[in-house]
């Protein structure tokens, strides 16, 4: 049992660059989330995903995409990646209230 | 959504010793959450609290819905209780997605 897994844990990208993150829970959880992390700020939701083929934007969706491929997986992607998206990527799940938290990425972008 | 705000921003004890943060939070609230973020990044869900009294070793949280604030008290702290902590709440326009507090961050001393 897993929990909830991320990859990669480390990343750097160029200005313009694409990615994808992934993520992957084995708690059969119905809700995932993307947050981003950056100092002094707390966490941050980016997308949400409240069920298998639904998403919505969060507080702070500009720059980024998502896409919830089956109940388990839930990718985050970066098109055109730019400096203010250097950070640390958290992605959770939960059933209903509680959330568990993946390892993260740490992503810079130059 | 709830605003969080959590104090005191920095704890600095030495092992042994005890402590009480505290998260004021701005609305009624279904769900309410402690997580400690570990030296290495990791976040762990302590306590789902949205009212009442809960206890898991050294830790226990207490939340007193109807004056908005919950308490998270650590006693005869170790080492390997530093970090920072954070106090989240129902980002009501989100699912079952989190509004974050700022953190408390700990530091326990030999």
């Known amino acids: 049992n897993a929990g909830v897994t991320q990859t990669p844990k480390f990343q750097v990208l160029k200005t313009g660059q694409s990615m994808t993150l992934q993520c992957a829970q084995d708690?059969?959880?119905?809700?995932m989330y993307w947050y981003r992390q950056d100092p002094g700020m707390g966490l941050r939701l980016i997308y949400y995903?409240?069920?298998?083929?639904?998403?919505d934007k969060g507080e702070v969706p500009n720059g980024y995409n998502v896409s919830r491929l089956n109940k388990r997986e839930f990718s985050l992607r970066l098109e055109s990646a730019a400096p203010s998206q250097t950070s640390v990527y958290f992605c959770?799940?939960?059933?209903?209230?509680?959330?568990?938290f993946g390892p993260g990425t740490r992503l810079t972008v130059t | 959504g709830i605003q969080v705000e959590q104090s005191p921003p920095d704890l600095i004890l030495q092992e042994g010793a005890n402590s009480t943060l505290r998260c004021n939070f701005s609305d009624s609230v279904n769900n309410l959450q402690w997580f400690h973020q570990n030296p290495w990044g990791q976040l762990i869900n302590l306590f789902y609290?949205?009212?009442g009294t809960k206890q898991n070793g050294r830790l226990s949280a207490t939340t007193v819905a109807t004056e908005r604030y919950s308490l998270l008290y650590i006693s005869s702290s170790q080492t390997t209780d530093s970090g920072v902590y954070f106090c989240a709440g129902p980002n009501s326009n989100s699912g079952y997605a989190l509004n974050f507090g700022k953190g408390t961050s700990l530091l326990v001393t030999p």
């Open positions: 959770a799940s939960s059933g209903e209230y509680e959330q568990y």
């Open positions: 995903s409240a069920s298998e083929g639904t998403t």
């Open positions: 708690m059969n959880h119905n809700s």
């Open positions: 609290i949205p009212s």
